[in-house]
C-alpha cells in the first residue's frame, strides 16, 4: 500500500533515505544536552527502540562540548537541530552526520548578511564533513519575508520557502538533503507536503506533525497525516512528536515504525467522528531546550483541567521554551510557553502576563473561562 517513491537517495552517514529505501524513523532526545549521561541515555533508549537517527539540540558552545563528549560514547548516528545561531554548525560538523536548519531562523543572526550566504556557509560546511542536511519549514515560525509576501496564504508561504531553500541549496551542486514542512494541524501538514511533492518530487521528504501533543491525540493526528501522505508515495522519513516523559520516549519510534506497518499492509483507520471539533491542545514533544522539567506534567495537567471546555472550538498551546515558545503559540486562542520559573500566558498575540508554575493553571482557567463567555454574548 505504500507505492514506489520519486525521490532521489540520499545518505545519512550509511543509512539512505530516499528513493527506494526503508521509511527511516527518528526522534529526538529530550534530555537538557549538557546532562551528558541523561543524554547518552536517551539515546541509548531511542536507539533500542529502533531508532534510525537521533537529533540533539544545539545553541551554545557548551552545548557543542556536551556533544562531542557524548558522539565519544555512541555510535548512533546523530543529527543536530540548529535553532537561531547557524555558524554553530560548523563546530558541531566533527561530531554529527546531519544538520538541521530552518529557513525561519536565519534571521535572527547578522541580520544584513543575504540568506543566500549564509546558506551557502551551512551547505560548505556539510560539504567539507560529508554531512546531509535538512531544511526544516515550521508553521509556528516562517520566515518573515515569506510571512510578508503570502499574508493570506500561509500555506503557500511554507511551500515556498522550502522551495526556494532547495533552489540555495541546489546553487551549490549539493544534492544530500530532504525538506520537512511541519505543522501542528495534520491538514496542514498534508496539504503543504502534497503541494511541496509536486514541484520538487526528487526531494525526500522528513514528515512530521510537530507538537501533536498528548497520545492519544497526539499519535490520531500523526495518524491522520502519516495515511494520507504515505499512501501516496510522499515521505522518506518521519518522526512523532509526542508530549510524554523523557524516559517514554521510545514510544515515538514505536508508534512511527507501527503507523509504516499498518500503511504498508492496508490497515487504514477512520478518523474519529468530529475529532477536529472542540478543544484542540497543542503541546511540544520537549527537547533540550525545555525551561523546566515541570513541563510535560504541565501539559498533562492544562489538558485535565480544560476538560470542562471539550465541546467548544478553541486551541490551546504549550510550549517548552522561549525560543520557540512565543511565535508557535501566535496562532492559538490561548498560549502557554515555558521560562525557568514562571509560565508566560498569552490569549492569541497578546501577552497577559508571567505566573509561577503554580498560578498558571487558575490563571488558565480565568482566561479561559472569559474568553467562552465573551464568545457566547457576542
Ligand atoms: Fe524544544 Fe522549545 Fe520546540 Fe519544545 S518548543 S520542542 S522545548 S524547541
Redesign the pocket.
Known amino acids: 500500500m505504500i507505492p514506489d517513491r520519486k525521490t532521489r537517495t540520499i545518505h545519512v552517514r550509511d543509512l539512505p533515505i530516499g528513493g527506494s529505501a526503508p521509511i527511516a524513523v527518528q526522534s ?1 532526545a529530550a534530555t537538557r544536552t549538557q546532562d551528558i549521561p541523561a543524554t547518552l541515555r536517551q539515546v541509548h533508549l531511542l536507539e533500542e527502540a529502533g531508532a534510525d537517527l537521533v537529533r540533539i ?1 544545539i545553541d551554545s558552545k557548551a552545548d557543542v562540548e556536551a556533544l562531542a563528549t557524548i558522539r565519544a560514547q555512541t555510535k548512533a548516528r546523530l543529527s543536530v537541530d540548529l ?1 537561531e545561531n547557524y555558524r554553530l554548525a560548523a563546530l558541531v560538523a566533527p561530531f554529527v552526520d546531519k544538520l538541521r536548519y530552518n529557513p525561519g531562523h536565519l534571521h535572527h543572526h547578522e541580520k544584513d548578511k543575504p540568506v543566500a550566504e549564509k546558506v551557502g556557509f551551512l551547505v560548505g560546511v556539510a560539504k567539507e564533513h560529508g554531512l546531509a542536511l535538512r531544511i526544516g519549514v515550521n508553521a509556528g515560525s516562517i520566515a518573515p519575508e515569506y510571512r510578508l509576501r503570502y499574508p493570506d496564504d500561509q500555506l503557500e508561504a511554507l511551500v515556498r520557502s522550502a522551495a526556494d531553500h532547495c533552489a540555495l541549496v541546489d546553487a551549490h551542486g549539493f544534492s544530500e538533503y530532504v525538506v520537512s514542512i511541519k505543522d501542528s494541524d495534520p491538514r496542514t501538514v498534508i496539504d503543504a507536503n502534497l503541494r511541496f511533492a509536486e514541484l520538487r518530487p526528487d526531494v525526500p521528504l522528513h514528515l512530521g506533525v510537530t ?1 501533536a501533543g498528548m497520545p492519544p491525540d497526539g499519535v490520531i493526528k500523526t495518524r491522520i497525516a502519516f495515511e494520507q501522505l504515505l499512501s501516496r508515495g510522499i515521505g522518506d522519513t518521519l518522526r512523532v512528536s509526542l508530549t510524554v516523559p523523557f524516559d517514554d520516549k521510545g514510544m515515538e519510534i514505536a508508534v512511527g515504525r507501527e503507523l509504516i506497518d499498518d500503511i504498508s499492509n492496508g490497515r487504514f483507520r477512520s478518523v474519529p467522528p468530529n475529532f477536529f471539533d472542540g478543544l484542540n491542545i497543542v503541546a ?8 523546566n522539567n515541570r ?1 510535560v506534567d504541565l501539559a498533562q495537567d492544562v489538558k485535565e483541567m480544560t476538560a470542562f471546555a471539550t465541546d467548544h472550538d478553541l486551541t490551546i498551546a504549550v ?3 522561549r ?3 512565543p511565535g ?1 503559540t501566535d496562532d492559538a486562542d490561548l498560549g502557554l ?1 515555558c521560562g525557568p520559573t514562571t509560565v508566560n500566558l498569552k490569549r492569541g498575540e497578546e501577552e497577559l502576563g508571567a505566573f509561577s508554575y503554580d498560578e498558571i493553571l487558575g490563571e488558565l482557567r480565568t482566561a479561559l473561562e472569559r474568553l467562552i463567555a465573551e464568545r457566547e454574548t457576542a
Open positions: 529526538m539540540a535553532q507538537e511540544c514533544p520537549s527537547c533540550s531546550r525545555v525551561e513541563f510550549m517548552g521554551c525560543v520557540n515558545g508557535e510557553w
